[in-house]
C-alpha cells in the first residue's frame, strides 16, 4: 500500500529544522532574507523589527515571490521565535544622527545589541548568532560577552565582505575569474583593516609570482595599493551615493548562514573571539576561521609576515580601545 501521508510527516517534522530569525528587517536584513529564500539553504525566515509595521510590509513584498522561490516560509516573528532557531542574525541598528559622535552611535547601536541578546539568551535558544550590525567587531564582542556563550557560538560578518571586494577587485584588475582568486582582508571591518598579502593567490599562484609573471600591467605594485585603498574606501563611496550597502552583505550573510546550516566547514574571515590566537586576546576581529554547524569550529592560524601581524596588532589595539570606551 502506498503511505501517501509519508510525505506530509516527513515535511512536517523537517519543516523547523532550518530556521533564520533576522532582526531589523531594514536595508541589509530585507535582502538577506531576499537573497537567503533564493538559494533554498533554509525552510523557514523570520523578520523581526521595532517597526512592526515596517516588518510586516517587507515579508508581504518577499513572500509575494513565494511561486519563484524553493519551498520556504517568510513571516514575521517575535522574541518566541528565537527559541527553535538555527541561526539569528543582527542587523537592527540606528544610523549617525547629525552632530552625534561615533562612540555616541556605537553606545546605542551597543545597548540595542545587548538587549536583542539578552531577549534571545531568555528564549533558552540553542542558535548560532551572527552579527552584522556596524561597528560589527565591537558588537560582536558585545553579543558575546552578554550571552555567556562559547566564543564560536556568537559571530560576526567580519571581513567576509571587505575580502570579497577584495577578490573582486583583484579578479577585474587581473582579468581571471574571482573563483580562482584567494584573497583575504583582516582584522577590522573599518579602516585599520589591512590585506593579507602572503595567503594572496591566484590559482594557487603566490600573487608576487603572478604579478611577476602577467604582463597585463606596468607597475604592478602600485596598482595593488590602489585596490586596497578601493576596497577600504568601498562603503564610503557606495553610502556617498545612495545612502546604504546591502546586496553584497546579503550575500555575504547568506555565504555564513548557508555554512552554518550545511555544516560546510568553510573557512571565512568571520569576526571571532581571539584568545590568544596570534598572540592576541580579548578582542573580536575578522581572522580567517572553520564554520560549520553551531559556529566557528577553530580559528586558522596562518603565517602572517612581520608587516601583516603588525597590522592585525594595530586592529585589535583600535577595536580594544573602542570596547573599553563603552565599559567607561
Ligand atoms: N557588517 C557589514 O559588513 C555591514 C555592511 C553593510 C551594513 N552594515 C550595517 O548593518 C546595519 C543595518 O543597516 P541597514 O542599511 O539595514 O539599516 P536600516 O536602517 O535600513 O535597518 C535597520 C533596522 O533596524 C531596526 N531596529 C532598530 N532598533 C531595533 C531594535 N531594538 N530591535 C529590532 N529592530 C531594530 C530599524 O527599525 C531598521 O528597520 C547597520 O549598522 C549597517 O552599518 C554592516
Known amino acids: 500500500m502506498v503511505r501517501m501521508y509519508f510525505i506530509g510527516d516527513f515535511m512536517a517534522s523537517n519543516w523547523k529544522s532550518r530556521k533564520v530569525v533576522i532582526v531589523g528587517a531594514g536595508a541589509v536584513g530585507s535582502t538577506f532574507a531576499y537573497s537567503l529564500a533564493q538559494k ?5 525566515i523570520v523578520l523581526t523589527d521595532a517597526r512592526l509595521e515596517y516588518a510586516e510590509a517587507q515579508v508581504l513584498d518577499l513572500a509575494h515571490g513565494l511561486p519563484f522561490y524553493p519551498p520556504i516560509q517568510i513571516r514575521v516573528g517575535g522574541n518566541e521565535d528565537y527559541s527553535d532557531a538555527q541561526v539569528v542574525v543582527i542587523t537592527a541598528g540606528v544610523k ?3 552632530g552625534e559622535s561615533r562612540l555616541e552611535l556605537v553606545k546605542k547601536n551597543a545597548a540595542i545589541i ?3 541578546m539578552d531577549e534571545i539568551v531568555a528564549q533558552k535558544s540553542s542558535a548560532v548568532v551572527v552579527v552584522a550590525t556596524n561597528p560589527v567587531d565591537i558588537l560582536t564582542h558585545i553579543a558575546l560577552k552578554r550571552s555567556g556563550w562559547p566564543k564560536g557560538r556568537v559571530i560576526g560578518s567580519g571581513t567576509v565582505l571587505d575580502s570579497a571586494r577584495f577578490r573582486y577587485l583583484l579578479s577585474q584588475h587581473c582579468q581571471v575569474d574571482v573563483g580562482n582568486v584567494h584573497a583575504y582582508i583582516l582584522g577590522e571591518h573599518g579602516d585599520s583593516e589591512f590585506p593579507a ?3 594572496t593567490n591566484i590559482g594557487g599562484v603566490a600573487i ?3 604579478c611577476h609573471m602577467c604582463s597585463k600591467c606596468d607597475d604592478w605594485k602600485t596598482e ?6 578601493t576596497v577600504r574606501d568601498s562603503a564610503y563611496h557606495i553610502i556617498n551615493y545612495k545612502g546604504a550597502t546591502y546586496f553584497a552583505i546579503g550575500m555575504a550573510l547568506v555565504r555564513i548562514v548557508g555554512t552554518i546550516l550545511q555544516d560546510q566547514h568553510s573557512i571565512l574571515p568571520v569576526s571571532t573571539f581571539l584568545d590568544g590566537e596570534y598572540g592576541i586576546k580579548d578582542v573580536c576581529l575578522g581572522i580567517p576561521a572553520l564554520v560549520g554547524q553551531g559556529g566557528v569550529h577553530e580559528i586558522v592560524v ?3 609576515t612581520k608587516e601583516e601581524m603588525d597590522a592585525l596588532r594595530r586592529s585589535a589595539a583600535a577595536l580594544k580601545k573602542v570596547f573599553e570606551q563603552l565599559q567607561e
Not at 40 to 44: S, V
Open 40 to 44: 533554498g539553504f533554509a525552510d523557514e
Open 96 to 98: 549617525q544622527s547629525p
Open 114 to 116: 545587548g538587549t536583542i
Open 197 to 199: 598579502w602572503s595567503m
Open 208 to 210: 608576487d609570482d603572478y
Open 224 to 229: 595593488l595599493e590602489q585596490i586596497v585603498r
Open 302 to 304: 596562518a603565517q602572517l
